[in-house]
């Protein structure tokens, strides 16, 4: 038997043994959310061994505001089936949180599998009018600005405090779109070369659209397990020695939007620097984001940063954090890499963030 | 490998149909400096909020955690939100529970609040889906025909509803943040409202109301620290669970939901009861209308199958000298903030074995239950408090 790596939080050690997420893609027309998770789900299952019977405790992360409706959640459970009853919570985010909320289930010892998931059609509405319904409802939503202008706003400071340039977002665009080619389950699968993308018109100023993630419909889920029952399952467990995630203030004002003071608590608690990383699986939807995140990590420079390309190559809303665990897990599954970091963000401008540091036996 | 859980401290607010004197913002945290104040600990002394509200839409507010973080003292800690229908409430409490439960956190500070005058939650459930059958008049509306297949399988006599609608208005009145206060309810009055979903009257109906509730959880050694500081005892989780089960699917006995016992069932063992109405004290139960009291009765074991209804018919469920008061605090028919509506019931069952609900107090409670479902009856979260600190 292998040797269980020490964890920072809980005193049950629990692993990562399986992930699944469908292909990412602009509009998902022939399958509602329940079609677009269930062989999502059933392969999930698949690939830990395991079948609906087998899980203690369902948690997923969803938004009502995607599909227009309430209770999003309600349905999709119809992707599991889940008769007998069973136990069964939600978050109303993304499903990084739901997988966060499952590893606390565990260490009670009372259960040893969970199944997490999370789930988001974006091609139902327009982004820009439903995110707009997130920010403080008296003061700015009645503005109604727009995603992308916010990020530019955001961008715009990460220009002025020196921290990146233009030139820069290309780059992490490019490099985004070329690590995607190599990934099957990627939207925007491209070799663009800097120059190219820095000729593209701005979106918002400073973004061009290279800068901007897509617009996706996309489904991912991940079964974990406590104890010495991961290795029954699989050979290489991704064991979460670290996971942590912290909220900042609404007020965009407020902060100094080129730090991440969120996500650099959640990575100290989650001990990031505590080893080497091997790669770095970065929620960062607009590619001005990916440096004050990976300055907020704290990452080595060596790290092979979302060699999934990352959302901006496939940005389904809800399972996008969850989908970072999921790349970052899979590189230990499959014996790519021993230590990694995955990072899931929500909110407007990177207010909420949650780490995750994961390592093979 | 558990750790003890505590209830530390509860606050809620004063719940009416319109709060127009306070935001959002205003209004959880109204509840969560109450519950701070009575837990004995500040802002700083919380690890982390874990706040849950019923669906975004009846406030239209995507994700109203996130703008309500600084008014939560969540800013730079751990905040989660949680939904899950009708059952949010309790469903809240059970997962802040759990971070102390599995030796995450020592004091978690969890909340639950709908502030239902700044929308219009029937519209927000009758928004039309595709391929799904719409609810259009509300939950009203679905569960009057489960309500009807319950009294025909039962026999329960008509005027059952009624005397529930009657019995927990009359426990409102010892309550003072209840919303309805209704010196004059009775059967007549009831009776003569108007008919909304056959076969419940209006006053067979709960309120429309904003409000919140809100709780600190805490270790052993949390607890040990409030009560020596405020000198009031806590609350102690003997158990908790939450169960799902589908909306729809043939066969599926709505009436008296496979979800609802085995829940039940998972939260008694937990708390070694073997028969619910002689070893609780009372109990804090979901019933937003009427019937779903007897209903209820049965689906969590206080009475055989088709049985329940005697219960109420006799008096059992009342605070004026029944064995098992039910919704002492006047229940979900007295006061709906719908989100909150099942942390409340959480909280009044740790109010009620803490020896603190005043007028409303069940004379020496020692346990109680708190229970919460939600959407087509299918989602359920309960807990069992006691006095005594559980072996």
């Known amino acids: ?361 | 490998m558990a750790e003890r859980v505590a209830v530390i401290g509860v606050g809620q607010t004063y719940h009416r149909s319109k709060r127009d004197d306070v935001s959002i913002a205003g209004l959880v945290r109204e509840a969560a400096v109450r519950a701070l104040e009575d837990a004995g600990c500040t802002w700083d002394d919380i690890d982390a909020v874990v706040i849950g509200k019923a669906p975004d839409m009846f406030e239209g507010i995507m994700m109203p955690e996130l703008y309500l973080a600084a008014a939560l003292g969540a800013v730079g800690k751990p905040m989660l939100r949680v939904h899950t229908a009708g059952s949010v409430g309790g469903s809240t409490a059970v997962v802040a529970a759990h971070l102390v439960a599995g030796g995450i956190h020592q004091r978690v500070l969890t909340v639950a609040f709908e502030k239902q005058s700044d929308s219009d939650a029937m519209w927000a459930l009758s928004v039309p889906q595709p391929f799904s059958a719409p609810l259009l008049a509300g939950a009203g509306g679905y569960f009057a025909p489960i309500i009807r297949a319950y009294m025909r399988r039962s026999g329960a006599p008509l005027d059952t509803g009624m005397r529930v609608a009657v019995k927990d208005r009359l426990h409102a009145l010892k309550n003072p943040y209840a919303h309805l206060k209704m010196p004059d309810i009775s059967m007549e009055k009831v009776e003569e409202s108007v008919m909304l979903w056959d076969p419940l009257h209006y006053l067979e109906s709960c309120p429309s109301s904003d409000g919140a509730a809100a709780m600190v959880l805490g270790s052993e050694k949390a607890a040990a620290q409030a009560e020596a500081s405020t000198g009031r005892r806590p609350a102690w989780v003997h158990g908790m669970a939450m169960r799902s089960e589908p909306t729809m699917f043939a066969g599926r006995n709505q009436v008296n939901p496979q979800a609802g016992r085995d829940c039940a069932r998972d939260v008694y063992a937990q708390a070694g009861i073997t028969n619910p109405r002689e070893q609780l004290d009372c109990a804090e139960v979901y019933v937003p209308f009427s019937w779903y009291e007897p209903m209820w009765l049965e689906n969590l074991g206080f009475a055989p199958e088709g049985e329940g209804w005697k219960l109420t018919q006799s008096g059992a469920t009342s605070l004026d000298g029944g064995d098992i008061p039910w919704n002492c605090s006047g229940g979900v028919l007295s006061s709906n903030p719908i989100g909150a509506s099942g942390m409340l019931r959480f909280l009044e069952a740790a109010l009620q074995v803490r020896g603190l609900a005043g007028e409303h107090q069940v004379e020496g409670a020692r346990k109680a239950l708190g229970h919460a479902y939600g959407g087509g009856a299918q989602f359920f979260a309960m807990w069992v408090v006691g006095a005594d600190r559980p072996e």
């Not at chain 1, 998902?28 to 999502?40: D, G, I, K, R, Y």
């Open chain 1, 1 to 361: 038997m292998s040797q269980i790596p020490a964890a920072k939080q809980g005193h049950r050690p629990v692993a990562v043994v399986a992930f699944a997420q469908s292909h990412v893609v602009r509009a998902e027309t022939n399958s509602n959310e329940v079609e677009m998770l269930m062989p999502v789900v059933h392969e999930v299952f698949a690939k830990a061994g395991i079948t609906k019977d087998d899980v203690g405790f369902i948690c997923s992360g969803s938004t009502d505001y995607l599909i227009g409706g309430p209770f999003s959640f309600v349905t999709a459970l119809d992707a599991i089936g889940v008769w007998p009853p069973k136990s069964e919570s939600h978050v109303e985010m993304d499903g990084a949180w739901a997988l966060y909320e499952a590893f606390v289930r565990l260490q009670e010892g009372d259960i040893d599998i969970a199944l997490v998931y999370g789930f988001g059609k974006s091609s139902l509405g327009d982004l820009d009018k439903i995110f707009a319904l997130q920010l403080d409802p008296y003061t700015m939503a009645p503005l109604n600005p727009d995603l992308v202008s916010l990020a530019a706003l955001q961008a715009r400071v990460v220009i002025d405090q020196g921290i990146a340039t233009e030139e820069d977002f290309a780059a992490v665009a490019a490099r985004s779109r070329r690590s995607a080619l190599s990934n099957e389950f990627a939207q925007v699968r491209r070799d663009d070369s800097v120059e190219d993308l820095m000729a593209e018109p701005y979106a918002v100023s400073p973004l061009r659209r290279h800068c901007l993630p897509p617009i996706s419909d996309g489904a991912s889920a991940i079964v974990l397990v406590a104890g010495d029952r991961a290795f029954d399952l699989v050979e290489r467990p991704a064991w979460i020695t670290g996971i942590d995630h912290r909220i900042e203030t609404h007020a965009i004002g407020a902060r100094n939007l080129a730090v991440s003071t969120s996500t650099a608590k959640a990575a100290e608690m989650a001990g990031v620097g505590e080893g080497p990383v091997d790669l770095a699986e970065v929620h960062a939807p607009f590619a001005s984001q990916e440096a004050i995140l990976t300055t907020a990590l704290g990452l080595p420079s060596s790290t092979v940063i979302n060699p999934s390309g990352g959302a901006l190559a496939a940005n389904a809303l809800m399972s996008g954090g969850l989908t970072r665990i999921g790349e970052a897990a899979q590189a230990i599954l499959d014996g790519r890499a021993k230590r990694v970091v995955a990072h899931a963000t929500s909110g407007p401008v990177l207010q909420q963030n949650l780490v995750c540091v994961l390592e093979g036996a």
